[in-house]
């Protein structure tokens, strides 16, 4: 039996500063992946925002992790918005990608908290 490549849940935004105009978590590498998740949270004082992913096909790390070249990143389309609103909430973006990295931005409108996130990611 052949193993299926997976990317196990770990956190890409740790408390997050929603009050900041926006919010980038580090890239993630995705590379033999063909499906990829991230699931939101966040808590404040009436954040008001947007979601958005990000992909780049060209962005490398060395071995160490570190960044050796910072790539050109494009915001993806979205099949279904993913808006942050009210005190609380909650949110899941499903991502169907051929990109080598992506990566989330919270892009603030109004409103201050703390967002958390999670990537996920199998082969379809």
Do not use: C, H
């Amino acid at each position: 039996m052949a193993s299926r490549p997976i990317l196990s849940p770990y956190q890409v935004i740790t408390n997050g500063d929603m009050s900041l105009a926006s919010i980038t978590s580090q890239p993630s590498i995705i590379q033999n992946l063909s499906k990829v998740a991230y699931s939101v949270s966040w808590a404040g004082s009436s954040p008001v925002g947007v979601l958005s992913v990000q992909v780049s096909n060209d962005y490398s790390q060395n071995a160490e992790g570190g960044t050796l070249n910072p790539g050109t990143w494009n915001t993806i389309t979205l099949s279904t918005p993913a808006n942050v609103s009210g005190n609380t909430g909650v949110g899941f973006i499903d991502i169907d990608s051929a990109a080598f990295a992506i990566r989330l931005v919270y892009t603030k409108t109004s409103g201050t908290g703390s967002l958390q996130a999670f990537i996920t990611g199998k082969v379809a």
